[in-house]
């Protein structure tokens, strides 16, 4: 593993609302793209209304849509959830043996030096498979579960592409998806997705940790008055998983 470690102070990373609202079907609120890439130039999230998923690599903006497409997203859409960081790596590591997805991951937590911090990771190389999903505009106040019925799910072969995500600690589990958490998109910059397995041929992974994390509380009235009811860690497994 290689360091490039000593270039300063590392940065937080800004979460813009409890991932706790979106459990409970609160899918708006008024933070702007602009407020997110102002926190970061590397991140994850959605938009209001749960309208596609969202990427944040090199300082801008993608929204994946639920066919798999990617289009930019300009800074005055909103969105109800969103991570971000200024992202340069601490640690490079290089993996060049094909390997599956369960492998993959047993080897990204490896990498992991202490799993009580948050990462940020960006993976980049090419892929033999990437099985990504994307969920298409939703209601208000549909528990997140329930969206899992209505998600498109697809896989791309033989690929190049950037995953970029989290690596979250359990205990924050209603601020961020616990564990890792990463969106994935094509070289060309016009596919993509959340990921839910990932088997790479020969990739590059860089890791962060954050000494903190920023975390954003809505002034919506839904958020004021929300009461939580439902079970984060299963409802997150249905959806995210």
């Known amino acids: 593993m290689t360091s490039n470690a000593g270039h300063g102070k590392r940065p937080p990373v800004f979460i813009s609302a ?18 997110v890439r102002a926190k970061g130039n590397h991140g994850l999230g959605t938009f209001n209304d749960l309208d596609g998923e ?20 300009g800074d005055e859409v ?21 390997m599956s997805a369960h492998e993959f991951e ?13 990462y940020s990771l960006c993976i980049d190389g090419s892929f033999s498979k990437v099985r990504a999903r994307s969920v298409p505009k939703q209601s208000e106040h549909v528990p997140l579960a ?5 998600q498109t799910i697809f896989e791309f072969e033989n690929v190049e592409g950037s995953l970029v995500g989290f690596y979250t600690p359990s205990f924050l589990d209603s601020v961020h998806v616990p564990g890792f958490h990463l ?7 016009k596919l993509g ?10 990739v590059t992974v860089r890791l962060q940790h954050a000494p903190s ?17 439902r079970d984060i860690e299963a409802d997150l497994n249905k959806v995210e998983r």
Do not use: W
């Open 193 to 202: 997705g959340h990921a839910m397995g990932v088997a790479p041929l020969s």
């Open 213 to 229: 994390v920023e975390l954003g509380l809505p002034l919506t009235l839904d958020f004021l008055t929300m009461e939580r009811t």
């Open 183 to 189: 969106h994935f998109i094509t070289a060309d910059r």
């Open 106 to 118: 047993a080897q990204l937590l490896d990498l992991i030096p202490s799993r009580n911090l948050i």
């Open 146 to 150: 329930e969206v899992a019925k209505v």
């Open 54 to 73: 969202m990427l944040l690599i090199d300082g801008t903006v993608y929204c994946l849509r639920p066919e798999g497409n990617a289009e930019i997203i």
């Open 18 to 35: 409890p991932i706790a609202a979106l459990v409970e079907g609160i899918y708006r609120a008024d933070t702007l793209i602009g407020d």
């Open 78 to 98: 909103r969105t109800p959830f969103a991570v971000a960081t200024h992202f340069i790596g601490d640690t490079e590591e290089v993996f060049d043996t094909p």
